[in-house]
Every structure is written in C-alpha cells, then in structure tokens.
C-alpha cells in the first residue's frame, strides 16, 4: 500500500540531510512541499528529479483531497522549508488525514531547530518545555512570559527577526535581568550566530536583527520559585510586571500564583504602586 513519509530536511546547510532521505525522495511519485522554490534547491543539489506539488497552509483544504488521491497509487512525501514536518507547519493536518484513511505514515528523521539547539545551548536539555513561536501581540506574549516564569525546565521560543527586540524586552519585564538566554540565529547557515547573556544584553546586541531565531531560557531555579522574604520583594516584582505592560488583574494573579499568596494581599500591594 502507498505511503506518505514525512522527510526531515535541512535547517540551513543543505548538507545536512540523511542518506535515507535522499533515496526517499527519490524514490517516490510525488513531493508535496511547503514551498515548492526552497525543496526545489535541495533537490537540485542532489539530482533528484521528483515531481514537485505546494502543500501550505493557505492551500491544504484543497490539496488534502487530492494527495490523499495520489497516496491511491504511488508514495508521497511530506517535507517542509526547513527541519521536521509537523513541528509549527501545515503538515500534522495531512498526516492525521491519512492516518484516518489507514494511510500508513511513515517518518523519516533529521533537523530539528529545536534540538540542535538546545544542543549548543549548555543549558539542561534532560526535560524542556517548547512554546513555539512567541505570540505576535505584547499583552498576549506578556501573559504567556509571565505564566512560565516559575518553570524550572529550560524553555524554547521561536521568534521572527522584526519581534526579537520587543520579544526581549517583554522576557526581561516579565522574568527579570537574571535570566540567562542563548540565542540562536540562522543555524547552520552562512552567518549562524549563537549569543549568550541576559535580555537586556541581548536587545543591546541585535540592534538590526536578521535571520530566524531559536531563543532558549534558563529554568527558573529554587530561589525564584520560592516565596519571596517580605513585601518589598512582591512590590518589586509587581513594578517590573506593571512596566511591562500588565494589567492589574494578570499582574496580581501571577504573582499570587507564583509564590501561593492571596489574591487580595497581592492586589493591595499593586494598589500601593
């Protein structure tokens, strides 16, 4: 029975992908590609001449149907511009559309963003938490920053080029400059950059950003998980939390959450601000 295979392909340098890859393409009817111009490149490289079809998120309910006709007859391969399907693409609807066709679907590992840097990172990498790509509106990204902040694992954000700075700004106002970050942009490519430090540091530092970026952040450790010594401490987080943006309302229930105290005490010290 035909079968799709979702094929990992490179994050960057085009050298990076597997053998079995390489012959999967090769081998099969049909390529169905996140954009067709980027597969096109690595197909190029290594002289494969499979036909080619776009698979995106603006076209998959019309070409759901007509790949699952295709997977009728011959094998297709599922492949996305960069790393593993499925992980922030239009692919897991086509592969739970074939699973529900009895479709078998096979993988075909390799890149990941994801792993590879956490790799390099140095940072615990036993247990992680990905969040994907961070929200695009500030409040929203705020709240999401604000309710990992007590998160011992180590966290992974993707972010694009025009939101890294106000994604940076808004990790120190909601975590603190004691944070350490690694910053990894274009991986594996030409002008692959990893950056090491603090939010702060790191908005000083991309003044122009370019490229894609994997942002990694520190666990929050046990002197951060704790209940803060007194009220001063409560009032400093709340400052940073107000400058950043907050409301009353998320301000006060995350830190209340955070260091298990009532909401009321939490909010008469934000009134105090």
């Not at 140095?122 to 509106?137: H, K, N, S, V, W």
């Not at 939010?199 to 950003?209: C, N, R, V």
Request: aromatic content about 4%; charged content about 25%; proline content about 6%.
């Amino acid at each position: 029975m035909p079968t799709l295979f979702v094929v990992a392909t490179p994050i960057g340098n085009l050298e990076d992908v597997t053998l079995r890859a390489l012959r999967v393409l090769r081998e099969v009817g049909l390529i169905a590609a996140e954009d067709t111009r980027i597969t096109r490149k690595l197909l190029l490289r290594h002289e494969i001449r499979t036909p080619l079809i776009s698979y995106n998120e603006h076209n998959r309910e019309e070409r759901i149907p007509y790949l699952l006709a295709r997977l009728r007859d011959v094998d297709v391969a599922l492949v996305s511009d960069a790393g593993t399907p499925g992980i922030r693409d239009p692919g897991r609807e086509l592969v739970m559309a074939a699973v529900q066709q009895g479709v078998p679907v096979v993988p075909v590992p390799g890149p990941s963003a994801v792993t590879t840097a956490l790799a390099v990172s140095g940072l615990p990498a036993d247990q992680f938490l990905f969040l994907g790509y961070l929200p695009r509106r500030g409040k929203e990204r705020r709240r999401l920053l604000t309710s990992v902040a007590s998160e011992p694992r180590t966290v992974v954000v993707f972010e694009a080029p025009h939101r890294i700075r106000a994604s940076l700004k808004d990790l120190a106002a909601t975590l603190g400059e004691q944070r350490q970050i690694v910053i990894c942009r274009e991986l594996t490519k030409v002008y692959e950059e990893i950056y090491r430090g603090t939010a702060g540091q790191a908005t000083a530092h991309f003044s122009e950003p370019k490229g894609e970026f994997t942002l990694l952040i520190s666990g929050a450790d046990a002197t951060q998980q704790e209940t803060p010594a007194d009220a001063e401490e409560v009032v400093e987080e709340l400052r940073r939390l107000k400058s950043g943006g907050l409301s009353a309302r998320e301000a006060v229930g995350a830190i209340a959450e955070r260091h298990g105290l009532p909401r009321r005490r939490v909010y008469a010290l934000w009134l105090e601000l």
